[in-house]
């Protein structure tokens, strides 16, 4: 359905985005999604797509089902609110998908905000939720201050060990802006996202070093590393330029999205990977995740917020560079040049994603 | 009044705790503040002292002085609130000192938290407030999640500029455990504290790469480099290794600080050094705090909570370690061990820092 272009020797080709979020809320239909849910679904995942972070997006998605077929993915969840306070609340997603848990939790934060000035929200028992931007995003429309964070599969050591005990636990901050786009920082709390090794394993290309260890700790440049044992190492890279502040970030995040709400946390959360097994002994249920919504008139009136953050962004954006380096970049704009690029011209997809959703196409009786 | 021992080649002499925080206070009470405030600011002041954080201890109290002499500090502010909904507040701290101003703003925090949940306090028109820490653990005693952070003197340059538009801005989130000491976080948003850098001057030794840049962008390992318009570098190093993430996370402290609140942001903190002028097109009053408090059984019964961190910390204090390296450091356990050695054994300072606090002594007639 797509027109083919060459990327870094590779076959990649094009798809309208209207086409992909069809197709992926069939496939989350065909799984026992109720549409409503199976919308949602769909439009998290590609928002992943047309944020150009395309490996929380269609890339995943034989994953979900996956994890479905091994009754590890509930398509049709209660997700309910197990415990509050005024500007608090705990979820339970009943084992769904993340991709409609989190929107849920989220919409409760937001509605705790509206009446509390903030609302934060503990969630357990979910599945990987996609971007973490998609659901901070959400506070914008609001005049509120979104933040999305989430634990996931134990890849990364911390400082000085062997283990992989904490996951790339992303953090998202979400803050709005007047005239300027809003600030939107969504990152891993490693040197490297997984799926920048994902992109260096396809290209078998190596690793800058600090990104990934050996097995037994030492220096690797591999990208293939995790498969021999090795483990991702948090942003800071070694311990004289801070990777025990990385491992401070991912474990804060970890706590958060798990202790506070009871699900699984450190190296008992479940892979996302159907063909590993969770742990034996778990210490809570599912994955968790933690949001928060701020009103940003419970501190000052809007208008004049975002007249200062236009302020703080425009100074920013104009500092001037080291010679011959790009323009400083404001957190978000790369992302929301990729949404806009890709939903004029359609979504690029990976010939091995484009192959993995034609079996998944096969399978249900859609088209792709 | 101390015991002389010798560090690293200079001599170091170590004073009893209740003595300096006596010194402290008396200062204090000289340059105007309230015998209330004295004991405040010296108790936060002597805390980074204790817990090892030399730079942002009784180091630090001339500096204070000075500010207090450019009138850039007022000794007896009317810390007042000035806008609040039932979990948010801002807080206008009159000029006053950080050390008064950050642990009573943290007290409206507590204190919303225990009516609705979670307590977020913004702060604007203060000062300098010691270290991150002690205001975020304020929230331990009350089984509530403490957060803290500060914008700071603009040192730091984004990934790919040469212009300093960003503090250090440190993060600190303490959370409560059971048996199990607490967790605190509390770190810089760069790859090195500036107190590092000091250690490094006093030492006369080279900086590792990807702590500093010069004028002109390019690596440096000089630790005098910020004496020649050079920078510090966000929490990644470089780009590879994700120093645009440690930009977002300074942004991040930046703006919920002072943006929020309506204090300076970026290049428009005011300087803490007294001999450098604030500058003169102010876009706000004073520096700019953030603190959250969140109380636990507002998400699950605290005796759970704390059993699950009691586990968690357990089973990361035990992860199987890189040969030759020591265990892995939960957040929290060196500063602890610093606070338990200090109280016993004295407090170490400089003889540097001693000269400063014996000058101090003479001017105000006080016994060093």
Redesign the interface.
């Known amino acids: 359905m797509g027109f083919v272009r060459y990327f870094c020797g590779m076959k990649d080709s094009t798809y309208p985005y209207p086409v992909l979020r069809q197709f992926a809320h069939d496939v989350f239909v065909k799984i026992g999604c109720s549409p409503d849910d199976a919308t949602l679904a769909a439009e998290v995942l590609l928002n992943a797509d047309l944020r150009g972070i395309d490996s929380h997006g269609l890339a995943r998605l034989s994953g979900y089902v996956r994890l479905w077929e091994a009754k590890r993915v509930n398509s049709q969840p209660n997700v309910r609110l197990v415990?509050?306070?005024?500007?608090?609340g705990?979820v339970d997603g009943d084992q769904g998908l993340g991709l409609v848990v989190g929107p849920k939790a989220m919409s409760v934060a937001i509605g705790k905000a509206r009446?509390?000035?903030?609302g934060?929200v503990?969630v357990r028992n979910s599945n990987h939720f996609g971007i973490a931007g998609h659901h901070a995003m959400m506070a914008l429309e609001h005049d509120m201050i979104g933040i999305a964070m989430t634990n996931a599969s134990p890849l990364v050591?911390?400082?000085?060990?062997?283990?992989r005990?904490l996951g790339t636990n992303p953090i998202c901050?979400a803050?709005p802006a007047g005239e300027q786009p809003a600030?939107v920082?969504d990152?891993?709390?490693?040197?490297?996202a997984n799926g920048k090794l994902e992109i260096l394993q396809r290209k078998n290309k190596e690793a800058?070093l600090?990104?990934i260890q050996k097995k037994?700790?030492a220096a690797s440049t591999n990208p293939h590393e995790l498969k021999e044992g090795g483990a991702l190492i948090p942003?800071?890279?070694d311990r004289?330029?801070?990777s025990?502040?990385?491992?401070?970030?991912g474990?804060?995040v970890?706590?958060f999205s798990a202790?506070?709400?009871?699900a699984n946390?450190?190296?008992w959360v479940p892979p996302f990977v159907s063909f590993l097994a969770p742990p034996s002994d778990p210490?809570?249920l599912g994955i968790g995740h933690f949001f928060g919504a701020?009103?940003?008139d419970?501190?000052?009136p809007a208008s004049?917020?975002k007249q200062?953050?236009d302020?703080?962004i425009t100074?920013?954006r104009s500092?001037?560079?080291?010679?011959g380096?790009?323009?400083?970049?404001i957190?978000g704009d790369p992302e929301r040049e990729a949404h806009a690029e890709r939903m004029e011209k359609g979504i690029p997809l990976h010939e091995s994603v484009a192959e993995d959703l034609k079996k998944l196409g096969q399978r249900f009786q859609l088209t792709f």
Chains 1, 2 share one sequence.
């Open positions: 415990h509050e306070s005024p500007s608090t705990v009446t509390c000035g903030t934060w503990a050591a911390p400082t000085f060990s062997i283990e005990l901050v803050i600030f920082a990152f891993a709390t490693t040197t490297a800058p600090g990104w037994d700790g942003l800071g890279s004289d330029h801070g025990h502040k990385g491992f401070c970030l474990a804060w970890d706590i202790v506070l709400s009871g946390y450190g190296p210490v809570g701020m009103r940003v419970a501190f000052r004049e917020f200062h953050m302020q703080w100074r920013f500092a001037k560079t080291v010679q380096q790009p323009a400083v970049i957190p």
